[in-house]
């Protein structure tokens, strides 16, 4: 018995002796050799006039390296934050200055060694000048992705559909690119865990059935799909869409936005240049959670009445320009 009891209290002091170790911070997890080959492998494609990648060296740990996060348990690559995130100069800022802002930005091809990142789920290139090229189909197989951004890096041509495999999606924004979609939305029906939905810009006049793939995504909250040229569908259906509350329909060719008026978690609506016509609906007056309401620039009817604002008592931000309204309005 007493033998017994002595085995199992050093078996207590060598558990306790590896927590301690463990959480020393001399013994930080290093990165895994393979996956650092992977990022080498990826950068070597990569054009980086501004050198944002120069602590990407071999032999170093590549949990150290810029933009590179790893699980602090486990040393494998769990998020790539390469996204550059200064924004632009204003438009009256200096040559230099515009010059050192594109030079900052990361260019040249993706290479498919990103797959190898088998526990990659944050992958953000968002605000690059990818010069033209489509997005790579590898990205559609790399399932463990929670976090996807390829917004504003000048990607091009059609949207992968196997992006729909990316199961475990909670964002997910191809926003201010050239991309188009010839047929269907169908393939982001399968994204159940979606949060945020951004495909502005992307053409989607031929993906008819954009409402029908979005409307049953029970998580989306944000959905932004401003100059898609997006008319309605040939069926308007009764939507479903449960969290959503920041809807962007801007610069659309929409006509008529009934369907909206289910919609009552809804905060953030804008629906300006989205070819709305005839009376302001006074369907918003039942959107007691909204906050931002922008309807500039359609041609309402002159006639339309605005009582239905005294309803919206959370309303902070309104906008009625060049919607065609004309009179004396008292803004209750
Ligand atoms: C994606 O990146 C852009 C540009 O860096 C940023 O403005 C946007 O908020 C990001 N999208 C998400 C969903 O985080
Ligand atoms: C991935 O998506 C493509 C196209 O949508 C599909 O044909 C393929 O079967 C999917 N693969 C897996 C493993 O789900
Ligand atoms: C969108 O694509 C359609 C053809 O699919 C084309 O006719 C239309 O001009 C495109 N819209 C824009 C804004 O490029
Ligand atoms: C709407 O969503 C709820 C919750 O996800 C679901 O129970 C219901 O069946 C859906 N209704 C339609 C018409 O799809
Ligand atoms: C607003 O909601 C009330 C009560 O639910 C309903 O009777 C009315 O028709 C709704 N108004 C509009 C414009 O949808």
């Keep these: 018995m007493k033998a017994v009891t002595i085995s199992l209290f050093g078996f207590l002091l060598v558990i306790a002796a590896a927590i301690i170790s463990f959480c020393d911070g001399n013994s930080?997890?290093?990165?895994?050799?393979?996956?650092?080959?992977?990022?080498l492998t990826f950068k070597q494609d990569l054009i980086d006039r501004s050198n944002r990648l120069s602590s990407w060296v071999e032999g170093e740990d590549c949990c150290e390296w810029h933009g590179v996060f790893c699980n602090s348990l486990t040393g494998h690559v769990k998020e790539l934050?390469?996204?550059?995130?200064?924004?632009?100069?204003?438009?009256?800022?200096?040559?230099?200055?515009?010059?050192?802002?594109?030079?900052?930005?990361?260019?040249?091809?993706?290479?498919?060694?990103l797959v190898d990142l088998k526990h990659l789920?944050?992958?953000?290139?968002?605000?690059?000048?990818?010069?033209?090229?489509?997005?790579?189909?590898?990205?559609?197989?790399?399932k463990s992705l929670t976090y996807l951004n390829l917004s504003w890096a000048n990607f091009v041509g059609a949207i992968p559909h196997n992006l729909g495999n990316l199961s475990k999606l909670h964002y997910l924004d191809l926003g201010i690119n050239s991309l188009f979609e010839a047929q269907t939305l169908q393939w982001v029906s399968g994204l159940s865990s979606l949060q945020y939905l951004g495909l502005s810009l992307a053409n989607?006049?031929?993906?008819?059935?954009?409402?029908?793939?979005?409307?049953?995504?029970?998580?989306?909250?944000?959905?932004?799909?401003?100059?898609?040229?997006?008319?309605?569908?040939?069926?308007?259906?009764?939507?479903?869409?449960?969290?959503?509350?920041?809807?962007?329909?801007?610069?659309?060719?929409?006509?008529?936005?009934?369907?909206?008026?289910?919609l009552r978690s809804l905060v953030s609506i804008d629906l300006s240049s989205s070819g709305v016509e005839g009376m302001i609906p006074s369907g918003f007056q039942n959107m007691s959670s909204l906050k931002f309401l922008d309807l500039s620039w359609n041609s309402f009817s002159s006639s339309s009445t605005l009582n239905w604002l005294s309803d919206l008592n959370q309303l902070q931000f309104l906008s009625l320009n060049s919607v065609g309204l004309q009179g004396n309005f008292q803004v209750p």
């Design 121 to 142: 789920s944050f992958l953000d290139l968002s605000n690059n000048e990818f010069g033209g090229l489509a997005i790579p189909e590898f990205i559609g197989s790399m």
């Design 204 to 262: 989607l006049s031929k993906a008819t059935d954009w409402l029908q793939a979005t409307h049953n995504l029970p998580s989306l909250v944000e959905l932004h799909l401003s100059g898609c040229s997006l008319n309605n569908g040939p069926s308007p259906i009764s939507v479903n869409y449960t969290s959503l509350a920041v809807l962007d329909l801007s610069q659309n060719m929409l006509s008529s936005v009934t369907w909206i008026f289910n």
């Design 81 to 113: 934050h390469l996204g550059l995130l200064s924004t632009s100069p204003d438009a009256y800022a200096p040559a230099a200055e515009w010059d050192a802002y594109f030079r900052s930005k990361l260019g040249g091809k993706i290479n498919p060694s």
């Design 28 to 39: 930080k997890v290093l990165c895994i050799g393979s996956e650092g080959q992977a990022l």
